[in-house]
């Protein structure tokens, strides 16, 4: 089955870095993605990671991907104002053609000074 | 630049009154899609196309219909819209087994 979960709410000071995990159900996926909503905007890729990685890093990006408990998690190094947003883990299941995505409920990222 | 292109972006409708959202594509992404997100309910499937002339239902289908004539565009169209359409609708597009790019959204609203 597909369910992607993630906690709602996440407070990080100014400089720290920031973990948002996620984890997911369906071992068939292809690529996980991290998506970054900014308040009235649309959905930014942020980055992605194959389902064959188990790491990828993009300058502040960290992404690391443990299949076997089905756990991904998102670090973003030295947080600045501007990454407050909404953070959404998906899962794309390449399904006789069907290429959906499942998304998680998002996590709120605040950032205190 | 590529990217997925959709318009409008803002559209407050009444009930009943016909209209179409339409969403195209730079990329020559073979597979395209529509969602909807809505507060509490994460974002949904609407509707997808794997190609031209191919369409298929996703998760919510009720009350839209979608056309796939050419490659590029893949438009989503409300014969009859409804408050309970009122929400915030992507739309996305990849190669098949490839990277989901999103169009920057369309916040409908219907009174």
């Known amino acids: 089955g597909e369910d992607v979960e993630q906690s709602l709410f996440l407070s990080v000071r100014e400089g720290d870095s920031s973990v948002i995990n996620c984890t997911y159900t369906?071992?068939?996926?292809?690529?996980l993605y991290w998506y970054k909503q900014e308040p009235g905007a649309g959905l930014q890729l942020l980055t992605y990671?194959?389902?064959?990685?188990d790491m990828k890093q993009d300058q502040r990006l960290t992404v690391l991907l443990n299949k076997k408990d089905k756990h991904l998690s998102l670090r973003i190094a030295d947080t600045q104002t501007g990454d407050s947003a909404i953070y959404f883990c998906?899962?794309?299941?390449?399904?006789?053609?069907?290429?959906?995505?499942?998304f998680g409920t998002g996590t709120r990222l605040t950032i205190i000074p | 630049e590529a990217q997925v292109t959709q318009n409008p972006r803002y559209l407050i409708t009444v009930t009943g009154k016909k209209l179409t959202v339409t969403c195209s594509q730079n990329?020559?992404?073979?597979?395209m899609s529509w969602y909807r997100q809505d507060p509490g309910l994460g974002l949904r499937q609407i509707y997808y196309?794997?190609?031209?002339?191919?369409?298929d239902k996703g998760d919510v289908p009720e009350g839209y219909k979608v056309s796939r004539k050419e490659k590029r565009n893949f438009p989503l169209i409300l014969e009859s819209p409804s408050p309970n359409q009122t929400s915030l609708y992507f739309c996305?597009?990849?190669?098949?087994?490839?990277?989901?790019?999103f169009g920057q959204g369309t916040r409908l609203t219907v009174v």
């Open positions: 996305a597009s990849s190669l098949r087994q490839g990277i989901t790019f």
């Open positions: 369906d071992s068939s996926s292809t690529y």
């Open positions: 990671i194959f389902s064959n990685m």
């Open positions: 998906a899962e794309s299941i390449s399904n006789f053609g069907n290429e959906k995505l499942t």
């Open positions: 990329m020559n992404h073979e597979y």
């Open positions: 196309s794997m190609n031209v002339e191919v369409t």
